[in-house]
């Protein structure tokens, strides 16, 4: 064949093929854009995160609900707030007491953000809100406790604290609303109180003092319950003892009664006998290794010292 006899059906077939690939080109071009423009315009909101959407930085929508959503590309963008609570922790900060006393108070709150939109609006950030949250607390907890003596904060004993945290909480939340912070403080606590350094040794003094004088309280107190006792013991053992004496003195004397019958009783039978032994019990009680007696020679008593018994 002549090389200058051009093969028509060969070249229309081929200028078929390339259109097709051409076409098949610009089809994966246009799905892989469509792809790129739904990766861009979805997102997904997860449990517990606000997802903000900013339009030339001015908010349009907020989405809370968890699942997918969309957002227009390259126009809109997406960010992120937390929606479960947060523990903030307050830095510490030096109060006066009622009675002039300084103090350090260290405190944590409990937090939400629970309307993003005021809270961007008014607050900004996270932080800005968090600041603005710690001021108030400060100046509500300085205001509260500047009402107590330095005696009633330290010492439980004498604590008129009572339900404290319950009122700043609800003082903080008034505030943030009136501002319109958009957050809600669930609870504030407080972790420490704590003394400046150089008033630490004059109160631990102090306090040693009172548990020292409550501890004399109380041995003064259980002397006067021993002495107490002790006094009712004694006179309890008096009066038995009374009773058993009294008693001892009654049987004695029934005794001796008894006894002097049976002497009557017996004597009476010989008189005689009985002059005699009466005269030897004198003897008994008169006469010693050392008596000396002068008594007439005819008298019975001599007699009987003599021998002479008729």
């Given at each position: ?55 030339f ?14 957002k ?37 709150a409990?937090w ?63 505030l ?31 306090m ?21 006792i ?81």
């Amino acid at each position: 064949m002549d090389k200058k006899v051009v093969d028509l059906e060969s070249r229309k077939s081929a200028d078929l093929q390339w259109r097709k690939y051409v076409k098949t080109g610009l089809l994966f071009l246009v799905l892989i854009v469509l792809l790129m423009l739904l990766m861009a315009s979805a997102f997904i909101v997860k449990e517990g995160e606000y997802k903000v959407i900013r339009q030339f930085g001015e908010v349009v929508d907020i989405k809370s609900e968890p699942g997918l959503a969309f957002k227009v590309p390259f126009i809109q963008s997406v960010s992120s707030l937390p929606k479960y609570q947060m523990t903030y922790n307050v830095s510490q900060a030096e109060i006066n007491t009622k009675d002039k006393k300084r103090m350090i108070i260290d405190n944590y709150a409990i937090w939400k953000i629970d309307n993003p939109r005021q809270m961007i609006s008014n607050a900004r950030t996270v932080a800005n809100a968090e600041s603005r949250m710690e001021e108030f607390i400060y100046s509500i907890v300085r205001a509260e406790l500047g009402q107590l003596n330095y005696e009633e904060i330290i010492n439980d004993e004498k604590s008129s604290r009572g339900s404290l945290n319950d009122r700043v909480t609800e003082k903080v939340n008034e505030l943030l609303t009136r501002d319109q912070y958009g957050i809600t403080v669930t609870d504030v606590r407080t972790k420490r109180t704590d003394l400046p350094e150089e008033n630490e040794k004059s109160v631990y003094t102090r306090m040693v003092s009172e548990r020292e004088t409550k501890a004399q309280e109380y041995l003064s107190t259980g002397d006067a319950r021993k002495n107490k006792i002790t006094a009712e013991t004694d006179r309890k053992v008096r009066e038995m003892l009374s009773k058993a004496e009294a008693d001892a003195e009654i049987i004695r004397s029934e005794g001796e009664g008894e006894a002097a019958e049976i002497y009557n009783k017996a004597f009476s039978k010989d008189k005689e006998f009985y002059n005699l032994f009466r005269t030897l019990e004198t003897y008994k009680k008169t006469i010693g290794e050392d008596t000396v007696i002068v008594i007439p020679s005819d008298s019975p008593y001599a007699r009987i010292l003599m021998g002479y018994t008729k």
